[in-house]
């Protein structure tokens, strides 16, 4: 069993900063972390950022520049640090972690990061 934990999300003014973590812990052999998504009330899921395979970048054209993933694989842990927040920012975010032999998805339970006007 994999667990995926994130944290850090809250209720940020327009303009703030927020930095979300995703820890993994559990059968994590042959886990990688692959990135975060979020979903926003009456929408649908989508990605914000991720890692490619090669370990490179890539990011929903609203938040470059604003966002940045990274990873530190010794403590299993992903982040999200988010600058510049606006309203439509305010989803409930998710981490996403990928079983490279089983080919298996897992995901979070998720933080909600509400930005206000």
């Known amino acids: 069993q994999v667990q995926l934990v994130e944290s850090g999300g809250g209720l940020v003014q327009a303009g703030g900063s927020l930095r979300l973590s995703c820890a993994a812990s559990?059968?994590?052999?042959?886990?990688?972390?692959m990135g975060w998504y979020r979903q926003a009330p009456g929408k649908q899921r989508e990605l914000v950022a991720r890692f490619r395979s090669d370990g490179s970048t890539n990011y929903l054209d609203s938040v470059k520049g604003r966002f940045t993933i990274s990873r530190d694989n010794a403590k299993n842990t992903m982040y999200l640090q988010m600058n510049s927040l606006k309203p439509e920012d305010t989803a409930v975010y998710y981490c996403?972690?990928?079983?490279?032999?089983?080919?298996?998805?897992?995901w979070g339970q998720g933080t909600q990061v509400t930005v206000s006007s």
């Open positions: 996403n972690a990928f079983n490279i032999v089983i080919r298996q998805d897992y």
């Open positions: 559990g059968s994590i052999f042959s886990i990688k972390l």
